[in-house]
């Protein structure tokens, strides 16, 4: 079995894979002052609670953008599965990617598992929307490239720097108000929030077809992308665990050709 892990600002997600199958996956808060025990102990009671058994463990994966988490991470998994052989989504393993990354040094790995699994389901053409602590769109190019990345702050991140930065706007509860003519504080944030978000996703979208000259595949993940993608007139298509799934095709590209 492998274990996927993503490791980001706000969220840890990771999920265990048999034979291209989630068995389970879960969702934990990112906390970089947290110890290697200490992370030890919460996938342990997670994976006896989802009934993995960890000797059945023998591939792990791993993206991160939270630098200071993998030496921590490393030192956890070599603990709690002594016979996982563990890999990481970095530029060293990129040339064995059926995507290509022009600019491997300044890109997120998170986007590139991303970018992976939407050109194996959607193909060439194809932007994916992640709806995380930032809010990117990765667009793969007719070339089966990354083409570019254009990246906005996340939703939470901006009603967290609203109230933060204001004196009397509170921290909300994102969802859609019933009218973009908010009566109360809490509507007009979500309103402004909710609607101006996905207005700004069919802007990118819109000027990114434009640039190109092509019309292009639209998928959106990310914990919010549920709420928003409706909302839009460019996002059809909702992969929840595009991630997990892109890292569970890596780990399968490079178990092919041979870890560098």
């Known amino acids: 079995m492998l274990l996927a892990i993503d490791i980001g600002n706000t969220n840890i997600v990771f999920g265990v894979n048999q034979k291209g199958h989630w068995l389970n ?29 960890m000797a059945d463990i023998h591939e792990i994966i791993i993206s991160s953008v939270v630098p200071s988490l993998v030496y921590p991470f490393t030192e956890m998994l070599t603990k709690l599965l002594p016979d996982g052989k563990i890999a990481y989504v970095g530029p060293e393993i990129y040339h064995k990617l059926p995507v290509k990354v022009l600019n491997p040094y300044q890109i997120g790995s998170d986007l590139v598992s991303n970018a992976v699994a939407a050109f194996e389901k959607f193909g060439k053409l194809t932007t994916v929307i992640d709806f995380g602590t930032a809010l990117t769109f990765t667009t793969i190019g007719k070339d089966a490239e990354i083409r570019g990345v254009a990246i906005a702050p996340g939703l939470n991140t901006a ?8 004196a ?9 108000p019933p009218s973009v003519l908010g009566e109360n504080t809490l509507h007009a944030i979500q309103s402004g929030v909710i609607f101006g978000f996905s207005g700004l996703v069919d802007a990118i979208i819109n000027r990114t077809q434009q640039e190109l000259n092509e019309k292009l595949t639209v998928v959106a993940t990310g914990g919010l992308s549920q709420i928003i993608a409706p909302l839009t007139k460019t996002v059809k298509i909702i992969e929840p ?16 050709k041979g870890q560098v």
């Open 241 to 256: 665990m595009l991630t997990l799934d892109g890292l569970f095709l890596i780990n399968q590209y490079i178990s092919k």
């Open 159 to 166: 009603v967290s720097a609203l109230a933060g930065k204001t």
């Open 25 to 53: 996956n879960w969702r934990i808060q990112t906390d970089p002052l947290k110890m290697a025990d200490e992370y030890r102990v919460i996938f342990g009671s997670l994976f006896n609670e989802g009934n993995i058994s």
């Open 168 to 176: 009397q706007l509170p921290q909300i509860h994102l969802t859609a």
